[in-house]
């Protein structure tokens, strides 16, 4: 019995090493959203094509969305948007687009060369609307729910393998909650 | 002799104010000075989210300068500090917290060194006093060999 006491430092000393080893393997820039299970943030910004156009919150609720937040300084956006593009042609779900801190005249010239996948995008040149999503780079995607809550965010550009894994299987599900909701 | 103690002194003096006037990042109008002085310590308690191991005022990053400006005018419209760290963590969650709030996920935190701390005594305590016993124990012993000690120890002679 004495002998086992004298075990207990080293059991502490292999619990706390098992800990920090696993500490080497998370991801630090993994950061979990304070906004998932919120609703999205009221905002009046104008439509980044047509200058004067008012948008809200409103606009965006009503279906399952994927929100992107993209600029043209942003080389990770330019990554991505091949792959918003071609999954906006396959319409699984409707792209809305947050054109972060960036220029009007820039980012339709770039829409216009790179195809536009985004069915409304918002120009919130001052970062507010950034700002109320908790932000803090771009490219950052969101995933929204049918009645507006934010479901999932992923910080970084998407591809096929994070689309495949991750957020196509989350969408899958909140269409048929959405579904089972419109039945009811 | 002179030249070097007053080269030395102006050396002191170009440092300490240069120190003085490197917080500030940004030229920010502030109402008070107080105002100011409250403004910054918020700032260096906030963590920038993009560069993660510096603060707000360290860091160069747009989100960590929105994010400054943020807080400067939140704290001259009058805001206080809780409403503030309020509006920080809605947005970016308890990670831009460098001071952990204390709740049911940070107890583990907060109180574990002081848990660490009196379970030392304890251990302490306790190995010390069963030393004290021993010690009792021994001398106990001694008094009742003495005797017979002494006699073996005269019977080698």
Redesign the interface.
């Known amino acids: 019995m004495k002998k086992l006491v004298l075990f207990i430092p080293l059991v502490l000393f292999l619990a706390m090493g098992v800990f920090l080893y696993q500490g080497l393997f998370l991801n630090?820039?993994k950061?979990?959203?304070?906004?998932e299970g919120k609703p999205i943030p009221a905002f009046q910004l104008e439509r980044l094509e047509t200058p004067g156009e008012m948008l809200t919150d409103a606009d965006l609720k009503g279906q399952v969305s994927l929100l992107n937040i993209w600029a043209t300084w942003c080389p990770a956006c330019k990554y991505e948007h091949p792959f918003l593009t071609m999954l906006a042609r396959r319409n699984i779900v409707p792209i809305y687009g947050i054109n972060y801190?960036d220029e009007r005249e820039l980012a339709i010239k770039e829409l216009r060369r790179e195809g536009d996948p985004y069915a409304i995008n918002i120009f919130d040149k001052d970062?507010r609307l950034g700002?109320?999503?908790?932000?803090?780079?771009a490219p950052e995607t969101f995933i929204v729910d049918h009645n507006g809550i934010i479901r999932f965010r992923y910080a970084g550009p998407i591809d096929q393998n994070i689309w495949k894994d991750t957020l196509y299987p989350m969408i899958q599900q909140l269409q048929a909650e959405a579904k089972a909701d419109g039945a009811a | 002799m002179k030249i070097v103690s007053v080269s030395i002194a102006l050396i002191a003096g170009f440092l300490l104010s240069t120190a003085v006037h490197a917080t500030p990042v940004d030229t920010y109008e502030f109402k008070s000075p107080s105002d100011q002085k409250r403004a910054l310590t918020l700032a260096n308690e906030l963590r920038c989210p993009q560069c993660q191991n510096q603060n707000l005022i360290d860091s160069n990053s747009p989100v960590a300068h929105d994010l400054r400006l943020e807080v400067y005018n939140m704290v001259s419209e009058g805001k206080s500090d809780d409403e503030i760290v309020e509006f920080m963590t809605s947005r970016y969650g308890d990670f831009v917290l460098y001071k952990p709030r204390l709740d049911s996920k940070t107890y583990i935190l907060w109180l574990g060194p002081f848990v660490i701390l009196i379970g030392g005594f304890v251990f302490g305590a306790i190995l010390i006093r069963r030393q004290r016993n021993a010690k009792d124990l021994t001398e106990e012993m001694s008094a009742e060999d003495q005797q017979q000690l002494d006699e073996l120890l005269k019977r080698d002679k």
């Open positions: 630090p820039q950061l979990d959203s304070a906004l801190r970062g700002l109320d999503l908790g932000v803090y780079g």
